[in-house]
């Protein structure tokens, strides 16, 4: 799996790199990789060619023209993978990794059942409110949801609420309210988004700030 690479390539050597790493998947084997989608560049750039490059990463280290910071399309992974994964099956699963870059499976025949290759997807939402009032702890934020999310607040980690959060217009606003006692400001409180089994943590602390 090259976790976390294509998102650092330029156009140019997008395509080589997948074909080195496709040449040595063996028969029946799975080429694993994430990107950045486009989502995820909140400025405006031009995509006439499916992917944005940016000369600039999280190290110094390393030729920033070599190893910067890249967008690209779904379209274009698919056009990159066709050109040079020859006989490769593609999958593509939209924030695939741990709710934050997209992943893409790419198989070599003889091809695995498409049920080995499904991935849950991650929730992904933040927490953007915390307060106290009354004796109550309150806790605020959105979420893009898959299917049956379910938002679960927990204290020492013991669960204190639980609300589902059902597929609309994303993202949607959710809300957990519970009791206050028995938690004390230095106990760790988190909110955590499941589905189909796969969790992401949307908050994590103490509640010493808030008071």
């Not at 070599?66 to 999958?91: D, Q």
Request: hydrophobic share 40%; glycine share 8%.
């Amino acid at each position: 799996m090259a976790s976390s690479f294509f998102s650092h390539l330029s156009e140019a050597r997008f395509s080589p790199w997948l074909a080195k790493l496709w040449s040595a998947v063996a028969p029946g084997g799975i080429l694993v990789f994430s990107t950045h989608g486009p989502e995820l560049l909140a400025e405006s750039a031009d995509w006439s060619r499916g992917i944005v490059f940016r000369a600039a990463s999280e190290t110094e280290r390393l030729d920033p023209e070599a190893y910067g910071t890249s967008w690209v399309t779904p379209e274009f992974v698919a056009g990159e993978v066709r050109r040079s994964c020859a006989g490769g099956s593609l999958h593509a699963i939209p924030f695939g990794l741990d709710g934050r870059q997209d992943l893409y499976a790419v198989a070599r025949p003889p091809h695995l059942p498409d049920s080995l290759l499904r991935i849950s997807a991650v929730p992904r939402g933040e927490l953007d409110a915390m307060s106290l009032a009354g004796g109550r702890l309150l806790c605020e934020g959105f979420l893009d949801p898959p299917p049956e999310a379910e938002l679960v607040l927990l204290a020492r980690h013991e669960e204190r609420a639980r609300m589902r959060v059902d597929r609309g217009d994303a993202p949607r606003r959710w809300r957990l309210d519970t009791d206050r006692a028995g938690i004390s400001p230095d106990d760790v409180v988190r909110v955590e988004a499941r589905s189909a089994g796969r969790a992401r943590i949307l908050a994590m602390g103490t509640l010493r700030p808030h008071l």
